[in-house]
């Protein structure tokens, strides 16, 4: 294949090197003629080693615009292969689209093959004795250095991490044609080795990347690290996600056997700590990977289970108070999501004697971008479900719509069963596979969507994605900020959130930092009917209709240490516990409807300059989250 540009030659070489300005050819027998006896030799050497330098400058200053120009030609190839994936798939109703997803994927292959290629040539220019030793030069080398990295990563992404993703393509095309998704889980479980090979090979080069000079006095190689860095940050994240896909997937979805699921689909118009209050639920069996339920059922079908769970001392002394364990409603008061899980799987098996092999939860938000790529369903009384209304309708209009409380109450459930049904389909039909998968995608990366297993090996790689909703325990920066509804109500679908970390210079005892919490009731002060305005919470001063009130969570790092706490400028106290290795600081707010209340909490934290972890919880509206880059420690 030809790549346009090659590296130059030595006859090349030597014909530049010829046409250099005679002022720097040195005549024969200059040196000897001009210098005493017993300094020529020396300065023969200084002049000799002279033109090795400039010679060596030329050189790499020649093959790093090669290099450059190699490095171009392999990001164009990598941008037409990202745009033919992504802008591929067939549309419902024009077949199965499965030649022409062989065909797409042939071309990806050679597209992926220039691109390799370019990018390989580009290693091999930057590498060999000049761009070594000038690696090495202290501070004037550091530019080479990150030249040379940066096309080795280049290099090793373009061999080793991207064809295990195409070579995906026509495996599961071709396997899957016209088989539905049980072989597409098998193709899943074929790639895994593949995969998990080039999520190490991202990994290590992200890290080799990292370590790479990124402040020299060369701007042009500073923007190329800064600019892999950046693409590798989430490239890591999404091979680490197809890593666990392929390995938990196939075996959750029924190919070894069938799998019983307990799905809980929460409204977070009432919140709680894994997103919303746990409304309506189904069980699903999953068998080759076709998907049946077995029922469905709403709050009040468990509200009498009483299951025996034991989730530990530190669960107990924090959420103990409030029955998690045997009142529904309050069952996910922890944004850890295995606890939730835990309680809910038992909860089944008191009610009806059955096993389940795991737990999912979602919401209407994850309904409604599920629905793009099933299409609209319809509820029992006929009214159109859709991916524009669902989240409006279970959450705001249908409290009003539906004057009898009984049919209230079914909403939900019936919205969800419909979607349910509308996916199960669209799972097993080849022509809609890629829209569902694409929905998927966009699910989890607004965290909507939760997954625990009762298998050991799963439940650890589930734990390791934020698919698993765990609540980290390492001692890295942390910032989590959770809010429980304790009206009963359904006012959080106008609650707004905001959370600001702030930084400060460091000391002898840490960091200071400074968490500002901004949360806005957007509730109209009339016309919500009683079930969304309800105050069950019976508050002992006077409230208007639209009045919220929430328990409000700060989850800290590790080490953490609370300074002072205010609200609206006016000092208070904070109740302060531990889970998972966190400081948690809680706090019980009253927020008027139409009104922003600000917590502010000071705290003094580890030395790090690594920026937080942000834990969002999924409500209606999302976080909006502003991190502060660190400042300099002063020693």
């Known amino acids: 294949m030809s790549l346009g540009l090659r590296p130059p030659r030595p006859r090349l070489l030597s014909r530049l090197l010829s046409r250099l300005p005679p002022r720097l050819t040195l005549p024969p027998g200059l040196l000897r003629r001009s210098l005493p006896p017993r300094f020529g030799p020396v300065r023969l050497l200084l002049v000799a080693a002279a033109v090795l330098l400039a010679a060596g400058a030329a050189w790499i200053a020649v093959t790093g615009l090669f290099a450059r120009a190699e490095l171009l030609a392999a990001k164009r190839d990598l941008e037409t292969l990202r745009q033919s994936v992504t802008g591929g798939g067939t549309a419902p109703g024009q077949g199965s689209g499965s030649a022409s997803a062989v065909a797409g994927a042939t071309d990806a292959r050679r597209t992926m093959g220039s691109a390799a290629d370019h990018a390989g040539l580009a290693h091999r220019l930057t590498t060999g004795p000049a761009w070594y030793l000038a690696s090495r030069i202290p501070f004037v080398g550091r530019p080479v250095d990150t030249v040379r990295g940066a096309t080795h990563a280049a290099d090793r992404l373009t061999h080793e991490v991207f064809p295990a993703l195409v070579r995906m393509v026509p495996d599961i095309a071709r396997d899957t044609r016209g088989r539905g998704f049980q072989a597409l889980l098998s193709a899943l479980r074929g790639s895994a080795p593949g995969i998990d090979r080039a999520a190490r090979a991202a990994a290590e080069t992200e890290a080799a990347v990292a370590e790479l000079p990124g402040d020299t006095w060369l701007p042009a190689a500073d923007r190329l690290r800064e600019e892999l860095a950046r693409r590798l940050d989430g490239l890591t994240s999404v091979m680490t996600d197809a890593r666990v896909a392929a390995r938990v997937l196939p075996p959750m979805l029924g190919d070894e056997g069938p799998r019983r699921f307990f799905v809980v689909f929460q409204n977070t118009a009432e919140a709680r700590g894994t997103g919303g209050m746990p409304a309506a639920f189904a069980v699903v069996t999953a068998d080759e990977g076709r998907l049946s339920f077995e029922t469905f059922g709403n709050e009040t079908s468990l509200a009498k289970a009483k299951p025996v769970v034991d989730l530990g001392a530190e669960f107990t002394s924090r959420y103990g108070p409030s029955n998690p364990t045997s009142t529904w409603a309050n069952s996910n008061l922890s944004p850890h999501f295995p606890y939730a899980a835990r309680i809910w799987a038992e909860a089944w098996r008191a009610q009806s004697g059955k096993h389940v092999d795991g737990v999912v939860a979602l919401d209407p938000s994850a309904l409604s971008l599920l629905l793009r ?193 205010a609200l609206d400028g006016t000092p208070v106290m904070a109740g302060t516990e531990i889970e998972h290795g966190h400081p948690v600081y809680t706090t019980d707010l009253e927020l008027p409807a139409q009104q922003t209340r600000t917590l502010t909490l000071t705290l003094i934290e580890p030395l790090t ?26 020693s």
């Open 373 to 565: 790529a099933t299409g609209p369903g319809r509820l029992s009384d006929g009214t159109a479900l859709t991916a524009g209304n669902v989240l409006d309708l279970t959450e705001r209009t249908g409290y009003a719509r539906y004057a009898d409380p009984a049919r209230r109450k079914t909403v939900f459930f019936d919205a969800a069963r419909t979607a349910a049904t509308r996916l199960a389909g669209a799972v097993d039909d080849p022509r809609r596979q890629p829209a569902v998968l694409d929905a998927l995608h966009q699910v989890l990366e607004q965290d909507r969507l939760k997954v625990w297993s009762n298998w050991e090996e799963e439940q650890r790689l589930l734990e390791t994605r934020p698919l698993g909703g765990v609540l980290p325990s390492d001692e890295g920066p942390f910032a989590g900020l959770v809010v429980n509804n304790t009206t009963g109500g359904k006012l959080d679908y106008y609650l707004d959130r905001n959370l600001e970390w702030i930084p400060g210079r460091c000391t002898p005892d840490g960091r200071p930092v400074i968490v500002r919490i901004s949360l806005r009731n957007r509730a109209p002060a009339s016309g919500l009917s009683g079930d969304v305005t309800l105050r069950a919470d019976k508050p002992s001063y006077p409230t208007r209709p639209g009045d919220n009130r929430l328990l409000v969570s700060y989850y800290a790092s590790a080490g953490a240490e609370l300074t002072g706490a």
């Open 609 to 634: 300059d690594r920026a937080p972890t942000v834990l969002r919880q999924p409500l209606v509206n999302p976080l909006r989250a502003s991190v502060e880059p660190y400042p300099p420690c002063v």
